[in-house]
């Protein structure tokens, strides 16, 4: 059996292919009740219209490609959300795709995505293999990064100044304290962000005289379980720390549970601080204190400039924005035990 076309589906309705065509491509110029017995017939018939030839004729495919680090965790779920909803209403879809935390398979997805001829494109950070930025640099495409925000970024982009984020962290438990401190953080060798924060909170701590010994410097992956099992190694030391600085929530969360399963009373004598403030993470017992990032904020207007740049046609018209942190103060930190 053949696949049905538009001049099946006009048979199908009682109407021309031309206004089959107007109701798909533009509904709002097409009668109320002219528009729902084609809708009906498409639906009957099971037609699908093919975007990708219609790409390769020079129209839109009305589609957004979007390359993110990680599906593993609820890191990105929010912004994507957030995103997903602003482009979808004006009947974009989001082609969704995750490169864990490897740049070589994040220029490998950004070029299928190209060859699918989307209208667009959205990465995650400012770090990118150097033959993204070469694919972005042939194509007509808008591009946009996200989640990170540098006045000197080769992308435009929308998000927060992470080194702001690990400051705030450091300097939330300096001011509660805190001397001795682990920091818990992934690789940063391609995490711009994870590096970001490290290099900030170090610098927070320096400038105070305090030195963060390298065996206070933990690395590991996005993941409660890892990251609870690490801390359950550095936290039985004898001299374990006052307070641990986590990369993000994700990793604070599994510190949590580590000082948990260890009997630790948190903030009492160990403090712990996320970044993000992700979904649970007030819900956590004690609720995590955390350097809130706006994921919504950072969805929505990334969507906006995106339809924007697809509507105009031009890369230049995406601007580019920085959006607040705001540090949210809950259970999980407390004055230094050596103050009390």
């Known amino acids: 059996m053949s696949k049905p076309d538009i001049v099946f589906v006009a048979k199908l309705a009682g109407v021309s292919p031309a206004?089959?065509?107007r109701v798909i491509n533009h509904p709002d110029q097409v009668r109320a009740g002219t528009r729902r017995k084609v809708e009906l017939a498409i639906e009957k018939s099971g037609y699908i219209r093919n975007r990708a030839a219609l790409a390769m004729h020079g129209k839109r495919s009305a589609t957004i490609g979007v390359v993110i680090p990680t599906l593993a965790n609820t890191?990105?779920?929010?912004?994507?959300q957030a995103f997903n909803e602003t482009v979808s209403a004006q009947g974009y879809t989001m082609l969704?795709?995750?490169?864990?935390y490897d740049l070589e398979v994040e220029f490998k997805l950004t070029r299928k995505l190209l060859e699918h001829r989307v209208d667009a494109l959205v990465l995650v950070g400012l770090d990118h293999h150097p033959g993204v930025f070469r694919l972005i640099g042939e194509q007509p495409v808008p591009c946009l990064a996200i989640w990170n925000?540098?006045?000197?970024?080769a992308l435009p982009c929308i998000g927060v100044d992470n080194r702001e984020?690990?400051?705030?962290?450091a300097e939330h438990l300096i001011a509660l304290g805190h001397q001795d401190v682990a920091l818990i953080f992934p690789e940063t060798t391609e995490n711009d962000r994870a590096r970001d924060r490290m290099m900030a909170a170090l610098d927070a701590f320096r400038a105070t005289g305090t030195e963060i010994r390298t065996d206070r410097q933990i690395r590991v992956p996005y993941s409660v379980a890892q990251a609870k099992s690490a801390c359950i190694t550095m936290l039985q030391r004898p001299d374990r720390p006052s307070a641990l600085l986590c990369c993000n929530d994700v990793i604070a969360q599994g510190a949590v549970y580590a000082a948990a399963r260890l009997g630790i009373p948190v903030p009492s004598e160990l403090s712990i601080i996320g970044i993000g403030d992700f979904a649970g993470s007030a819900q956590?017992?004690?609720?995590l204190t955390s350097v809130r990032i706006p994921a919504q904020s950072i969805g929505v207007s990334a969507g906006h400039e995106i339809l924007r740049a697809i509507e105009t046609g031009d890369q230049a018209a995406i601007r580019s924005s920085r959006i607040d942190l705001e540090l949210v103060m809950?259970?999980?930190?407390?004055?230094?035990?050596r103050l009390r």
């Open 75 to 80: 890191i990105f779920a929010e912004v994507i």
């Open 19 to 21: 206004t089959v065509s």
């Open 96 to 100: 969704l795709a995750s490169h864990g």
């Open 284 to 287: 956590m017992e004690p609720a």
């Open 330 to 337: 809950r259970g999980s930190t407390g004055i230094a035990p």
């Open 149 to 153: 925000h540098a006045a000197d970024a």
């Open 165 to 169: 984020a690990g400051r705030i962290a």
